[in-house]
């Protein structure tokens, strides 16, 4: 085994040059972004302390460019606007969940991020897209600058946007029968459900136009109005119907709601909506 | 193989390897810095310059020139990230708004307005707020998120983030503002109306430039929505236009883009009040100019289908639907309501109908009432004026007494006039399918319109 002591010494000069050959390049020094926090204003704290910290959701109002669709025409809401915008976002919504869904729920299943959007989104087919949700972890809130909390008009639009969008987020963590809801009203979903009446719609079973552009609309759209409705607005409108078949068809859907949120979150829909009533209420009179 | 061999091969593939893998990092510096240094260097800059201007800056923002003009917007930075704006947007926006502004370090350096000032209203997609039917949904174009790309004499150049990618996109350029340009600002609005035109000037208006030996004439009209004006030029085939976005100053106007006439460009218009003109003056006699004019730019021959000896032909004009018309003059529509006022309150004009060779009865002026009032006829005869193209309706006795057309005799006089009428078929349509015709006084600003019946 002579070869081996011979090449051992070659061995060991390799290993040297290997461990010295770049030993005269830089070592690496201080990094050269700035991560020093950006100073927080009194909204920035107050962000903080009543989404941060209680909830871990951060909430965006400034423009990040990332964020948002640069395709379209859209700017970031008007300082003024955005502390209102988030106390009916945590007033109704997150407080609402919290008491009946258990003061954790919203902490798991949440958007980590709602981005606040001053601007109207407006779609090529004339319609506004109020808010978007997306992957289960972000909530994007348009129309923030017309945010007028006296207005009931207003806030109860607002109010049906987090609604619809927080049920988007619940499907996309746990998804509901879409092939059952499906079979109730096969034929009436439309892409041109924006040409559509509302009356119209719910002649055919559908609760409003925009529930028929597709299963998972329908779903939101359902579960959303009945929660912004009291019960006697739900009952008014399902009284308003003159189909027997409409009618029965969208308590077909109520059902399908009131036993997913019963199955998937082990909550009751109908302590959910009169929690959301007292707090819509509590809203607009204050 | 024998293990010996192997072993040596792999010592010299190694130190092969070793020999040179030092080398290849060696890569030639074209800069003194590391890129992230440079970034970092142009972001501290643009931090630093934009608190250096006492009085801040300002920028006239052309968001597209091909169908926009231009917002004029004065910025105040202050060192805790806030920025005080005004724009001449509108009316309201002229006084200072305070929101907030950021550095941004993307794939490059930008200055992004974060929260909602004035110009923002430049992206405001909302139904209400398109200047035009193509920009439903788009506002006017504007970006608040401004690439960084450098100085030039003191001015800062940018481009939108929007655009910043497109071959065509503008630089925008912020230059120092000074305490006059935020006191003046008001003044911005206040030269709108003088690029609307205003009702005392003549009816026509054209763009004229001037190379220093010859000049074209173009036909001008002004959106004030959009803040846009087309110019397409009236010389018999020529297809020449002029189209520029036009942004308000205190003194006239600046277009983008530039007028070019006799190799030079001009932006800068001056506004003189006593014609009503807008002027940019270059050197060699080179010029352009808005200006006001009392006869048509382009004369058509369409009166002489009225003239003594053709068919006959009907033209009414019908207040229920024709008063609100663009094309009436403001001069028509006042002496409209002068005759209305000297009639009762459920008296007032329905219609000026104007028959040309009706067979009996000639041509005569028929004016029609609401009310129950019975209809007044004035009797004419026509007479043709080759030279300045125009129809001559000369008095020929009236249906009634004097005292009984009294009151129509200021709007009579207008299309009685001793010069004649302008006769032009209109390409657009109001409410109904028939074909529109305005006439227009060859001696004051009274144009009517009306339906060919």
């Known amino acids: 085994m002579k070869f081996v002591n011979k090449y051992k010494k070659i061995a060991v000069f390799v290993g040297v040059l ?269 | 193989m024998k293990i010996k061999n192997i072993f040596k091969y792999v010592v010299v593939a190694s130190l092969i390897v070793q020999l040179t893998a030092c080398t290849s990092t060696e890569v030639e510096q074209k800069f003194d810095k590391t890129p992230t240094e440079r970034l970092n260097a142009q972001k501290s800059e643009l931090q630093e310059v934009l608190l250096t201007s006492p009085d801040g800056w300002k920028a006239v923002y052309f968001t597209d020139d091909k169908q926009l003009g231009g917002f004029t917007h004065l910025f105040k930075f202050t060192p805790d990230g806030k920025v005080e704006m005004a724009s001449d947007f509108d009316a309201t926006t002229t006084s200072k708004f305070t929101s907030e502004y950021d550095i941004q370090l993307g794939s490059t350096v930008s200055l992004v307005f974060t929260t909602k000032n004035r110009i923002h209203l430049l992206s405001d997609s909302s139904p209400q707020s398109n200047p035009t039917p193509a920009l439903l949904g788009k506002g006017y174009l504007g970006d608040f998120q401004f690439l960084y790309y450098g100085q030039e004499n003191g001015q800062l150049i940018f481009k939108a983030n929007r655009t910043a990618g497109d071959g065509t996109s503008k630089e925008i350029r912020f230059v120092k503002a000074t305490a006059q340009d935020w006191t003046d600002l008001p003044k911005n609005i206040d030269m709108i109306a003088n690029v609307v035109g205003a009702n005392t000037r003549p009816l026509f208006r054209l763009f004229e430039t001037n190379d220093g030996t010859t000049t074209h004439q173009y036909d001008f009209t002004f959106a004030t929505r959009s803040r846009f004006a087309t110019a397409n030029s009236i010389e018999a085939g020529s297809t020449a236009t002029n189209n520029m976005g036009i942004a308000y100053t205190p003194t006239g106007i600046v277009v983008s883009p530039a007028v070019e006439v006799g190799g030079q460009k001009l932006t800068d218009f001056i506004y003189n009040s006593t014609d009503g003109s807008f002027t940019a003056t270059g050197t060699n006699g080179v010029s352009a100019s808005i200006k006001y004019s009392a006869k048509p730019l382009v004369l058509t021959d369409d009166y002489k289908n009225l003239v003594v000896g053709k068919p006959q032909m009907v033209f009414g004009y019908i207040a229920a639907n024709l008063y609100t018309a663009p094309t009436n003059s403001s001069y028509f529509k006042t002496l409209v309501d002068k005759v209305n006022a000297t009639l009762p309150a459920n008296q007032s004009i329905a219609r000026v109908q104007i028959v040309f060779n009706n067979v009996p009865n000639g041509t005569y002026i028929q004016y029609q009432f609401n009310g129950g009032k019975a209809q007044i006829v004035h009797w004419l005869t026509t007479t043709e004026d080759a030279v300045n193209k125009t129809i001559i309706l000369n008095d020929d006795g009236w249906n009634t007494t004097a005292a009984n057309y009294a009151f129509l005799k200021d709007i009579d006089n207008e299309l009685t006039n001793s010069k004649g009428l302008y006769v032009k078929k209109e390409t657009f349509r109001i409410t109904f399918s028939n074909t529109i015709y305005t006439f227009t006084s060859a001696a004051s600003n009274f144009r009517m319109t009306t339906y060919q019946l």
């Open chain 1, 18 to 286: 290997a461990f010295t050959a770049c030993a005269h390049e830089d070592q690496p020094t201080e990094s050269q972004l700035d991560y020093n926090q950006p100073a927080k204003t009194d909204l920035d704290k107050w962000i903080d302390a009543n989404y941060l910290v209680p909830y871990n959701i951060n909430a965006q109002y400034k423009w990040n460019q990332n964020t948002v669709d640069n395709t379209r025409y859209l700017f970031p809401p008007t300082i003024d606007k955005v502390q209102p915008a988030l106390e009916i976002v945590k007033q109704i919504w997150l407080q609402s969940y919290a008491t009946i869904g258990g003061a954790d729920f919203v902490k798991k299943i949440a958007p980590r991020e709602i981005v606040l959007v001053g601007g109207v989104n407006s779609n090529s087919n004339g319609t506004r897209t109020l808010g978007i949700a997306e992957g289960g972890q972000r909530i994007t809130l348009f129309e923030v600058d017309n945010i007028n909390k006296k207005n009931r008009a207003i806030v109860a639009e607002f109010i049906h946007t987090i609604q619809h969008e927080y049920v988007h987020i619940l499907n996309q963590t746990k998804p509901f029968d879409e092939q059952a809801w499906g079979k109730i009203t096969p034929s009436g979903y439309t892409a041109t459900w924006h040409l559509e009446t509302t009356a119209a719609s719910r002649e055919l079973g559908f609760i409003t136009s925009y529930a028929r552009s597709n299963v998972v609309e329908d779903f939101a759209e359902t579960a959303s109005i009945i929660l912004i409705s009291t019960k006697a607005e739900y009952a008014a409108i399902l009284a308003g119907i003159t189909s027997a078949k409409a009618r029965a068809d969208i308590q077909r859907k109520e059902a399908i709601v009131v036993q997913y949120f019963k199955d998937a979150f082990n909550m009751d829909f109908y302590a959910l909506r009169d929690e959301a009533e007292k707090n819509t209420t509590y809203v607009i009179n204050n």
